[in-house]
């Protein structure tokens, strides 16, 4: 299993980005998909994730409104817009995949992770 995150740069507050992840060696339609992310000194923290089936999303409060999770199944891509962005959400984001079945909010459910992306949001 594989994952490619992609998509990170240097934006200023306000503005927008949309990562990418490209998964291949595991459908995302059978498996969670989460973003997470992780700042110097911080705990990686998770920031969206889709059940397997779709129907479910999650959103860490800081991010509510602002960032949106979304899959191509064809693709088996998922999506990350992240809108009116803050110095704060500066971090370098991962993707990762939890098994269908297991419970897609945990840290812990998470078995297969992306290389990581970095996003910087100037003041």
């Known amino acids: 299993v594989q994952l490619q995150a992609s998509g990170g740069g240097l934006v200023q507050a306000g503005g927008s980005l949309r990562l990418s992840c490209a998964g291949s060696g595991r459908a995302i339609s059978n498996y969670g998909m989460g973003w997470f992310r992780q700042s110097p000194g911080k705990e990686r923290e998770l920031v969206a994730a889709i059940s397997w089936s779709g129907v479910r999303t999650y959103y860490a409060d800081s991010v509510k409104g602002r960032f949106t999770i979304s899959r191509d199944i064809a693709k088996n891509t998922v999506y990350l817009q992240m809108n009116s962005l803050k110095p704060e959400d500066t971090a370098v984001y991962y993707c990762?995949?939890?098994?269908?079945?297991?419970?897609?909010?945990?840290?812990?459910?998470?078995?297969?992770w992306g290389q990581g992306t970095l996003v910087t949001v100037s003041s």
């Open positions: 990762a995949t939890a098994p269908g079945g297991t419970d897609y909010k945990a840290l812990m459910s998470y078995d297969y």
